[in-house]
């Protein structure tokens, strides 16, 4: 493993609740991304990051939001949860040297 | 808009089969091919990527041919065993810059023992 925390790994949560997703890593690595894992549609990238402070948005980040002040926290945030919010969340971390990423064990996100 | 597309979606293979995973992509600019394999209730890993400066590149059983000019590239896993069972996800990006990458929608491979 990369040296990747995502917490919490599995929450349950009412329509119209915030919610914050942390990624936690230990590389110091530069990049962080978040993902969204849903049947049939893959990997969708939500918003990312490239330095403290400088985020950038994905093709799915309505209804999200992020924060990064830390080089090695990345927080993703529902600021009022959804149904179709519900999913598997995955961050992602690059080093800038290499074009692989390394991916968290995901948290499992249940909206009802 | 799917700028890659991935196929089949699932797959069955016997054991010390030969498993195919196909992917096509739309824009040139794209310069770096990865594969993903991911096992249930983990975080994708990277298996194998590719340039497109080269036609193949193989790592042990795995195997991606790569075709520029139709803009196609594809997974070949050989002998295929029970412990490769698996979804993989193709991905195509740019290379360079914030690196991102667009995947594919991913592939549930079965191999029966």
């Known amino acids: 493993d990369a040296g990747i925390t995502q917490s919490p790994r599995h929450k349950v949560t009412e329509t119209g609740t915030p919610v914050t997703l942390r990624c936690h890593q230990t590389e110091n690595h530069r990049y962080m991304y978040w993902y969204r894992q849903d049947p049939g549609h893959g990997l969708r990238l939500i918003h990312y990051s490239y330095g403290v402070k400088d985020t950038d948005k994905g093709e799915v980040s309505d209804g999200y939001s992020v924060s990064r002040s830390k080089t090695e926290d990345f927080l993703l945030t529902l600021e009022s949860a959804t149904s179709s919010q519900t999913s598997v969340y995955f961050c992602a971390i690059r080093g800038g040297e290499s074009y692989e990423q390394y991916f968290g064990p995901g948290t499992r996100l249940t909206v009802t | 808009q799917q700028q890659v597309k991935q196929s089949p979606q699932s797959l069955i293979v016997q054991k010390g089969g030969i498993s195919i995973i196909n992917c096509a992509y739309e824009n040139t600019a794209f310069d770096y091919f990865p594969w993903y394999q991911q096992f249930p209730g983990k975080g994708p890993a990277l298996l194998i990527a590719?340039?497109?400066?080269?036609s193949e590149k193989k790592e042990g059983r795995f195997t991606i041919s790569f075709n520029k000019s139709a803009k196609q590239f594809s997974l070949h896993i050989m002998d295929s065993q029970p412990g490769d069972s698996a979804t993989y996800f193709c991905?195509?990006?740019?290379?360079?810059?914030?690196?991102?990458?667009?995947f594919g929608r991913g592939t549930s491979l079965i191999v029966h023992p």
């Open positions: 590719i340039r497109p400066d080269v």
């Open positions: 991905a195509a990006s740019i290379m360079g810059g914030s690196y991102i990458p667009t």
